[in-house]
Antibody, heavy 123, light 106 residues
Framework: VELLESGGGLVQPGGSLRLSCAASGFTFSSFAVTWVRQAPGKGLEWVSTISARGANTFYADSVKGRFTISRDNSKNTLYLQMNSLRAEDTAVYYC?????????????????WGQGTLVTVSS | DNQMTQSPSSLSASVGDRVTITCRASQTISRYLNWYQQKPGKAPKLLIYATSTLQSGVPSRFSGSGSGTDFTLTISSLQPEDFATYYCQQSYSTPPTFGGGTKVEI
């Protein structure tokens, strides 16, 4: 199993960025996937989850209305579109694979993680 | 949201020590509690899921216990490679929430 994030970088407050996570080594279309972030020197914060077929999406209150999670199962890729970025969105963003696609215990069981991509929001 | 509180936030220990980290949920989570290990500059790694089940490849010196709101991660004999930060996380309900972390230092 491999998850490889990309798309991070420096962006000004109010700007936009799209992160990608390329998956391999498992049947991507069978598992929920999630974005988790970690601000510098801080703990882990769940951001968003999408179900296996993309029918269901879930967001943290801190990003609801600004971030959009999506996936392309034909390309084995997860995305996070981030708009109206704020300084407090500065973090390393990880994608993580769920154990399955049924119920909280499976979708929020993060058994594999990518190496992360750094997003810095600053003027 | 279900708040997860870990204690201590940091601890100092020696190789060979028995180490215990606790995690408390603000609402019951049955046994839907996972533990992750994170080393500096690296992604978190799943150690234990469903309170006490070791992820494949995790050494048996790691163990977990608890139910309801109170949980424990134990390292029976600390090894040099175990110095890291440990996080608990509940997978019982949305949003999934993490504890603040416990840094295990020499």
């Amino acid at each position: 199993v491999e998850l490889l994030e990309s798309g991070g970088g420096l962006v000004q407050p109010g700007g936009s960025l799209r992160l990608s996570c390329a998956a391999s080594g498992f049947t991507f279309s069978s598992f929920a996937v999630t974005w988790v972030r970690q601000a510098p020197g801080k703990g882990l914060e769940w951001v968003s989850t999408i179900s296996a077929r993309g029918a269901n999406t879930f967001y943290a209150d801190s990003v609801k209305g600004r971030f959009t999670i999506s996936r392309d199962n034909s390309k084995n890729t997860l995305y996070l579109q981030m708009n109206s970025l704020r300084a407090e969105d500065t973090a390393v963003y990880y994608c993580a694979k769920g154990r399955g696609d049924t119920g909280s215990s499976e979708i929020y069981h993060f058994d594999y993680w990518g190496q992360g991509t750094l997003v810095t929001v600053s003027s | 949201d279900n708040q997860m509180t870990q204690s201590p936030s940091s601890l100092s220990a020696s190789v060979g020590d028995r180490v215990t980290i606790t995690c408390r949920a603000s609402q019951t989570i049955s046994r839907y509690l996972n533990w992750y290990q994170q080393k500096p500059g690296k992604a978190p790694k799943l150690l234990i899921y469903a309170t006490s089940t070791l992820q494949s490849g995790v050494p048996s010196r790691f163990s977990g216990s608890g139910s309801g709101t109170d949980f424990t991660l134990t390292i029976s004999s600390l090894q040099p490679e175990d110095f890291a930060t440990y996080y608990c996380q509940q997978s019982y309900s949305t949003p999934p929430t993490f504890g603040g972390g416990t840094k295990v230092e020499i």
